[in-house]
């Protein structure tokens, strides 16, 4: 009779869950078709140019169709893809189209020309990147097999020495980089740091995450092990005291918001991850916080009138040249700078794969290989500012572009078949009972919004850091003190 009771009460929680769920994917389709419908609305382009960006809009809107109603799969790398596309390969050219179109002479911040057939070409690659990872994505995830695991016995005795371990480490790292950190505090964000990009890299992306790592650890602990309460407290000590060293290394005064987003997402999918549990969630998240939250703050600080005006007449907020305004700037260049490596393959020809060896082979100094190539972000900036005298070189490069500076074409379609069965690999490790495993692949997925602006050397260098700090050297720890301590070594294995 209880048995039954239980049954029947959990059954009614699935379905107010379920129903929910229901709830929130219809508030959020409609949500994003309202959207839609509105930067169309406010779109001022040819027939042809609005067709291609409405062709990618279609495609775009099939995609979040699928991921928020049909996938099984918890994916919050589609839930990324879908919303950095949206944003960087809708929302902003076309808000950017309609201003430049209004213009004397159109040219983008990047003193780079408004050219509606380049428009149209970069359209037609991103439609050809869409249509080959969608089919790679959903083939290969279809091969993925459901395996149940269960995690042997934990280091009953010996986690929270390994936990202290780490404490120790991260003091280490602190007091041996305070005077880097001190710089990073007064230092202001234009002035360029004296430290190497090597040092910077080795410092901010792999020392600088052991506290993050620490705090894995001490979750996946905590949940393995039954303790008694002094143990328990000992445990959550260890873990506050790993969250005060990552908001010390971590500080978002001196962190940029590409680094610090995938961090703190993380920490709430660890503490709190019935808010980033379905596609649906994480989805809507995303996109309220980059395409209505955001754009919203940016408009207010920025709008030339003063909030008695804004009240008095608010249809001042919906002004369409005052919402393009903030889409001009270099923030959301990714677009136009397709654009840019579409001419600079016109002008000088394609890589064929060699510039691709600056990201592979990033840790090679240029000191030792004088003549390493130039970061596909270098490129673009050089480019501008040799044919049309723009002063900054270091802009973003989309992901979509790497693969069209090196291979054409067919560069777009292997660089879109390269990520799907990526993302489809850390599916796996997001699917693991490790819990470092799953915390990489959660932060590989927030960190795609930066790897698909570009540039890709800097993407991909930053992710690599990041995984030496967070599951690499972590482990080899572990591992190494399991030796030396003739300890059981923490796996999973088959029911």
Known sequence: MQEKLFYRGYGKYLHKISKGLMI????FILVYLLVTVAIFSFLDASISLWLSFFSNAVILSFFTYYHIFIEKFYSPFLSTYIVFNYLFFLVAPMSQVTTMTSMDIPIFSNNFPFEESLFIKTNFLISIFHITFFLFYVGAKSLIRQKNKKTSDVFKKSSLSILYLLVLLCILIILM????IL???VRPNWLVSNYSVGDLLIRK???FLFPLSGVVLGLSFLKANKLNRQRFFLFLFAILLFLVFLILLKNPLTEKRNALGPIYLLLIFLFYPKFMNSNVKTTFLLFFSMIVAFPAIQFLTHVDY????LLSNPSLIFRKNDLNEGYMSLNYDAFINIGVVIEHVSFDGLSYGYQLLSALLFFVPRSIWSGKPDSSGLIVGNHVKDHYDFHF???ANPYIAEGFLNFGIVGVIVMAIVL???IVYFLTWLKSSDLLKKSVAFYFAMHLIFLLRG????GYSYFIGTLFGLYIIPKLIIKLYCFVFKQKVWVSRKK
């Open 24 to 27: 929130l994917r219809n508030t």
């Open 205 to 207: 992306k792999v020392l």
């Open 393 to 395: 070189t270091n802009l």
């Open 177 to 180: 980089n305070w005077s880097f």
């Open 420 to 422: 799907a069965l990526v």
């Open 183 to 185: 710089d990073e505090l």
């Open 455 to 458: 540039d890709f050397t800097n």
């Open 306 to 309: 003063g909030f008695a005006d």
